[in-house]
């Protein structure tokens, strides 16, 4: 293959593999704020029209994750530096997530002024956030992960959201919901976060081996723009396939993936108290098979298992649909397998889209990897399923704090999201084709060279 990373050392190392699994499940904590339980806070102000704050919320974030990788991501190639960025980066993350903890509504700030303060924020956390996680640690562990283990590295740091998700509802979740007195006490929630990030930061400078400088000599300008060119995406042209069916991936998913806890909680009407057994089942059943996944990867082949996965992965989103009110069984059911599909597809991915990255434009092409699993994506996905609350919500919430009417998600945003999804198929059999072609290619030059 053309333009794959060729690592001198085929072994990951202990210490890599430990630096990878805390800073990485730190990094996802932070983001498991970002991406879900903001929009479960702006839920708690009890704002009738929480569906379009989500929506901004969501498209800015990603806009700033976007725009952050582009240019930092670049600026760590340019100066052969990764490490600091971490470091610093996770410090000052840290410290921005456990700020949320300062936002609640009072008679000072009605439901609509801690909307925007989150919104401002969240920006904020996610220029911290994305150069230290997307931009420079993504681009560490391209750099530092030979081909040959990249399936079992993406099948662990697949599963890491998942880890975290499971870590802090089981943990953490209590202080979200309203105690025997009414009160939730996000604060506590937000500040040990915060904390947990921020000393990751700290531990980060002994955690990672010391970097050997690898500078670019290209213009930062030229470097930056390295990723839009068309003679690149035309030298490039399986990497491309792989973020057009990325891109489709993220648009299908976020259709409901912001309303995930919501939905499970509210829409599907299961108490506090079975919330913890369906998502604790959800969660490490989808984890354990995923990293099985990861494995199939290396020993098969990521093409061979990309067609499968996705199979099983629309399989997943189409059932949730049918799933009843309060039936536990087929809930858990449907999300183990929408899970395990979910993380796996986007294992496989990421997998094959680091094989094809430019050896020494990791960063500058995690931010074009940004742009497309990300900020076009966020930007998309959540106002179709907003568009869908607003008008097929068959049931709604009324807040007993505040007393304000929510529309809840219906059953149709895993409809229209498996819908969207199976358009990933086009983009593969293109892959598909185009690695055929490649092989074709290196078979006859080797026909040549032999003769």
Not at 231 to 255: E, F, P, R
Not at 359 to 384: A, Q, Y
Not at 404 to 413: A, E, G, K, V
Not at 438 to 450: A, F, G, L, Q, S
């Amino acid at each position: 293959m053309d333009n794959v990373n060729k690592m001198p050392k085929e072994k990951v190392g202990f210490r890599n593999w430990i630096s990878f699994i805390i800073i990485g499940l730190a990094g996802q904590f932070a983001w498991m704020i970002e991406n879900m339980y903001l929009n479960k806070f702006i839920f708690s102000f009890g704002s009738n029209n929480y569906t379009s704050m989500i929506s901004i919320t969501v498209a800015l974030s990603a806009i700033t994750a976007a725009v952050t990788t582009i240019f930092m991501g670049s600026l760590s190639d340019k100066i052969g530096k990764r490490k600091i960025f971490i470091c610093l980066g996770y410090i000052l993350w840290g410290i921005a997530t456990a700020s949320f903890g300062f936002i609640k509504r009072n008679t000072n700030l009605d439901a609509v002024s801690c909307s925007v303060f989150v919104i401002i924020l969240d920006c904020v956390m996610t220029f911290f956030g994305s150069t230290a996680n997307d931009a420079c640690f993504n681009s560490y562990v391209t750099k530092n992960v030979s081909t040959k283990n990249r399936g079992k590295v993406e099948g662990v740091l697949s599963i890491l959201p998942l880890m975290a998700m499971l870590v802090i509802f089981v943990g953490l979740d209590r202080f979200t919901s309203k105690d025997s007195s009414g009160e939730t006490h996000w604060d506590i929630f937000f500040f040990i976060i915060g904390a947990i990030v921020l000393l990751v930061g700290i531990a980060s400078f002994f955690l990672l081996p010391k970097e050997k400088v690898d500078k670019n000599d290209e213009k930062y300008l030229s470097l930056l723009a390295d990723g839009f060119k068309p003679k690149t995406i035309k030298t490039n042209k399986i990497l491309y396939l792989v973020l057009i069916a990325y891109l489709i991936y993220g648009i299908a998913t976020q259709v409901f993936f912001p309303y995930l806890t919501i939905y499970f909680q509210y829409s599907l009407n299961f108490d506090a108290n079975t919330m913890p057994i369906i998502l604790g089942i959800v969660l490490i059943v989808g984890s354990a098979l995923s990293v099985v996944a990861g494995y199939l990867m290396d020993k098969f082949g990521k093409l061979k298992t990309l067609i499968p996965i996705c199979i099983v992965a629309f399989v997943g989103f189409f059932i949730l649909f049918f799933v009843p009110k309060e039936n536990l069984i087929f809930t858990i059911i449907a999300g183990v397998i929408m899970m395990f599909g979910y993380v796996s597809v986007s294992a496989i991915l990421n997998a094959i889209l680091r094989d094809y990255i430019p050896k020494g434009k990791e960063g500058v092409f995690m931010g074009v990897r940004m742009l497309f699993v990300v900020m076009l994506p966020m930007c998309t996905g959540p106002f179709i399923g907003q568009a869908i609350t607003d008008n097929l919500a068959t049931s709604t919430y009324t807040d007993p704090t505040y007393g304000t009417i929510q529309n809840l998600p219906p059953n149709y945003i895993w409809l229209v999201g498996s819908l969207i999804f199976l358009l990933i198929f086009i983009p593969i059999i293109f892959i598909i084709k185009e690695e055929k072609k490649k092989r074709i290619v290196k078979e006859d030059n080797d026909t040549k060279y032999e003769n």
